[in-house]
């Protein structure tokens, strides 16, 4: 992946402080017999398991898939099979599906296994905004191994931050936003840049319900940003300070990210087949939900999934979803 120049600035110390202190919140009790079965399969390969996306903001365990993050020290001491470390390493992370019987009830899980190194490259350098874009959202550190990895998870978290930002913040026109409008514009950015749905009423949304979090996260992330913002303390907004050139070669940045990002979404899709149960329809499931694109499973197709992905792939570019 192509990386795109980082934050000159340091890390604040206040945004540290404040993504240690977010991510910490505690959560159900439930998301131990993930971590317990995640540790028996891992071992000690793992640094951390983080949790995010949808049941972590709607607690809903019963009717949603939690999705989750394992980071590894090294990908072949993660697995017993070399073609799954290999596959990690080249587009990571690998993905996979978990079932776990808990108290008369079966939860559900995705989880992605990715280096710890990886994790910590894609928050700073990583040119598509895969990890950046998530893990500047809220989410929780469910383990880590030790208090290094712990710091480790911290700064990626707190760069994470800054990157999303700075990349957001320098697409947007010389005006004032207010926090809600700077992170539904940049979370806007975010989304088209992969497969997915969601609209400005979602990124809005999820503006709102975490308008506290995201407050606090810009706020002391500032000091690092000051060359593209100002903030104006009479009605609490933040001035985007942009020049015409920075503009237009930040747009042109997203539109390269827009098909990248696509392109990576289906790659991974059908990676997923040879790690994700029922991954096929899942994998349909989902670029149709995303695309429009309705595609057909055939029986032929279910015995020689990576053919299936490559169907995918001309599927979806002949019938125009990836502009």
């Known amino acids: ?32 017999v993930f971590v317990h079965a995640l540790l028996e399969r891992f071992k000690t390969a793992v640094d951390a398991i ?10 809903n365990l019963d009717e949603g898939i939690a999705d989750l ?11 017993d099979k070399r073609y ?19 108290q008369g009830r ?32 809220p989410s929780r550190l469910l383990f880590t191994r030790n208090d290094a990895n712990r710091k480790q ?22 005006t004032s936003l207010t926090v809600e409008m700077l992170w539904t514009r940049c979370l806007l950015l975010s989304y088209a840049a992969e497969l997915r749905p969601e609209n400005e009423t979602r990124a809005r949304h999820l503006a ?63 990676k997923a087949t040879l790690t994700f149960r029922d991954c096929l329809d899942y994998a349909a499931w989902k670029i149709e939900r995303h695309t429009g694109v309705q595609l057909e499973i055939t029986p032929w197709l279910r015995r020689h999934p990576i053919i299936w992905g490559f169907s995918v792939i001309w599927q979806v570019l002949r019938k125009g979803a990836i502009r």
Request: net charge positive; glycine share 4%.
């Open 84 to 102: 799954l470390s290999l596959l990690n390493a080249w587009l990571p992370p690998n993905v996979f599906y978990l079932e776990v019987l808990h």
């Open 50 to 59: 983080i949790l995010y996306g949808s049941c972590l903001r709607t607690g």
């Open 1 to 32: 992946m192509t990386t795109d120049p980082v934050s000159p600035a340091p890390i604040p110390e206040k945004l540290l402080n404040t993504v240690a202190t977010q991510c910490t919140r505690g959560v159900t009790k439930d998301y131990a």
């Open 208 to 270: 709102v319900t975490n308008l506290e979090d995201f407050t606090q996260l810009t706020r002391h992330a500032y000091p690092a940003l000051t060359d593209l913002l100002s903030y104006q303390p009479d009605n609490d907004t933040y001035l985007c300070q942009n020049t015409p050139q920075l503009r237009r070669r930040a747009l042109r940045h997203w539109l390269l990210r827009r098909w990248q990002g696509r392109l990576l979404s289906v790659l991974r899709l059908s």
């Open 153 to 174: 998870v911290y700064l990626a978290y707190a760069q994470s931050v800054l990157t999303f930002l700075r990349s957001g913040v320098r697409t947007l026109e010389n």
């Open 106 to 137: 079966t939860l559900r899980a995705k989880y992605a296994v990715i280096s710890t190194a990886d994790f910590e490259k894609g928050a700073k350098y990583w040119f598509h905004s895969y990890i950046w874009a998530r893990f500047a959202q």
């Open 69 to 79: 993050y394992v980071l590894v020290d090294d990908y072949e001491r993660a697995y």
